[in-house]
């Protein structure tokens, strides 16, 4: 060792480094005296950070010259044989390795995360959806597959160490913000990914024998309101399964119109003013999906018909649905998507793949009361029509999604229900739903259609 000790002082470099080392020592032990009881400043650290990295320069570039001078002209010539030769450094003088910020072992890496704002700003980077979490694309060729370490931390955390903010970081309230804009963000996303859910292949089989006895048919399919009646000539499997629901998805115009009688429906958390929370944004979400993975032509008319009067929306809403339908002849289906009420005891929920899901009921009207029978001035010829396209649609939803529909709901009058033999009334969840479970109830929902209508 004392031949190693010769050379390393015979640098005057060395000599000066490590001169100048001991005068950091110094001061940073005289900084932590004045103040015994404290840690140091951000000051303080800020002089003893640049002293300490002006000094570690030197003392680096006289290691180099005294051991291996080819990695001191590499460094100056910047090429990568320093890398090449950087073990054999932390080898002969092991400290180096430890001092020199990592430079021989494992960097310390800052973590740096995105807010979904700024991956829109960077050039090639796009943020996609798959599996219920958020990937970037950017580095992908085309026909390449996303890898889980593509992944984006939704977290706006820069941490390093143990969870310290990095160096100038400042808080300020910036971090709360950043976390309300990635998760409002992602929600939105997850709102309106039609792929978040996957559509099911048949999970049981409706044995339809038992269904020829009336009572076993209601007690299975049917609720029917105290105020009206039904009778065998109408609750007819046979007669229902014989009628012919599908549509053809080409040729121009739409096909399937969608609206709502009661357009101010809203759920138990809905944020009020916003569309996107209501009923009407359940119609958005089903229209978008029905255009995006189904192929169907679908217009959302978005009538107000409630706003000063809900008892009379639905003769408010006939005139513009015949007109919409006079000017729109190539349209085979109507749909009229309500939000139901019941007790606040009651919870419409089930789940589906992991997701909390609102249940959904069709419902009919049969222009008839226990009162009056049946009522003249509300007579709909597609009634039996109408019947046999709610039983396809519930019979397909308990075989692919068992537990998801409630029982088809029966009640005296028509509802505006005449106007297309394929005419749905569908009550959406209820008051006490939330927001996301009518949502996830939209992709079923959709996919029950599409079953129908297509003769699947």
Same mark, same amino acid.
């Given at each position: 060792m004392p031949a190693v000790n010769n050379r390393i002082f015979k640098s005057r470099w060395t000599k000066y480094a490590l001169e100048s080392a001991a005068l950091v020592i110094g001061m940073q032990l005289l900084l932590?005296?004045? $103040?015994?009881? !404290?840690?140091?400043?951000?000051?303080?650290?800020?002089i003893l950070r640049g002293l300490w990295s002006e000094v570690w320069a030197e003392l !680096?570039? %006289?290691?180099?010259?005294?051991?291996?001078? %080819? #990695?001191s002209l590499a460094t100056e010539n910047e090429h990568e044989t320093y890398w090449l030769l950087q073990e054999q450094m932390d080898t002969i003088f092991p400290a180096y390795g430890y001092f020199s910020g990592g430079k021989g072992g494992e960097a310390e890496v800052e973590q740096r995360t995105f807010s979904l704002a700024e991956i829109d700003q960077e050039s090639g980077w796009e943020p996609v959806m798959q599996d219920g979490a958020l990937y970037s694309n950017g580095a992908l060729q085309p026909g390449e597959a996303l890898q889980p370490d593509e992944a984006l931390h939704l977290e706006e955390e820069m941490l390093h160490g143990e969870g310290q903010l990095l160096e100038g970081a400042e808080d300020n309230g910036i971090t709360e913000l950043l976390r309300a804009e990635n998760d409002a963000a992602l929600d939105m996303l997850q709102q309106n990914s039609p792929t978040l859910f996957t559509p099911h292949e048949?999970?049981?089989? #409706?044995?339809?024998?038992?269904?020829?006895?009336?009572?076993?048919? #209601?007690?299975?399919?049917?609720?029917?309101?105290?105020?009206?009646? %039904?009778?065998r000539e109408q609750l007819n499997v046979e007669k229902f399964l014989s009628q012919d629901m599908t549509i053809q998805k080409e040729g121009e115009g739409y096909q399937i119109l969608l609206y709502h009688t009661h357009s101010q429906e809203a759920f138990a958390d809905s944020v009020k003013g916003e569309r996107s929370d209501t009923i009407m944004g359940m119609g958005d979400l089903l229209t978008q999906i029905l255009t995006d993975t189904y192929g169907y032509k679908v217009l959302h008319h978005d009538g107000q018909y409630d706003v000063k009067s809900r008892d009379d929306a639905y003769s408010a809403s006939l005139p513009d649905l015949e007109r919409i339908l006079e000017e729109n002849p190539s349209i085979e289906v109507v749909i009229d998507l309500h939000r139901d009420a019941v007790p606040e005891g009651t919870r419409l929920v089930t789940e589906i793949d992991g997701r909390p899901t609102a249940k959904f009921m069709f419902f009919n009207g049969l222009s008839r009361t226990k009162n009056t029978g049946n009522i003249g001035y509300l007579y709909n010829e597609?009634?039996?029509?109408?019947?046999?396209? $709610?039983?396809?649609?519930?019979?397909?939803?308990?075989?692919?999604?068992?537990?998801l529909p409630r029982r088809i709901y029966l009640k005296g009058y028509r509802y505006n229900m005449h106007l297309r033999p394929r005419s749905l009334l569908i009550e959406l969840g209820a008051q006490n739903n939330t927001v996301e479970e009518a949502r996830n109830a939209c992709g079923p929902l959709a996919h029950i259609l599409d079953l129908v209508l297509s003769g699947q």
């Open positions: 932590r005296g004045c $103040s015994p009881a !404290e840690e140091p400043s951000e000051g303080q650290h800020a !680096e570039a %006289a290691l180099a010259d005294a051991y291996m001078p %080819a #990695v048949k999970q049981a089989q #409706v044995d339809l024998a038992p269904l020829s006895s009336y009572e076993t048919l #209601v007690r299975q399919f049917y609720t029917i309101d105290a105020s009206t009646m %039904a009778g597609n009634l039996d029509a109408n019947l046999a396209f $709610s039983f396809q649609m519930q019979l397909k939803a308990m075989e692919y999604y068992p537990g």
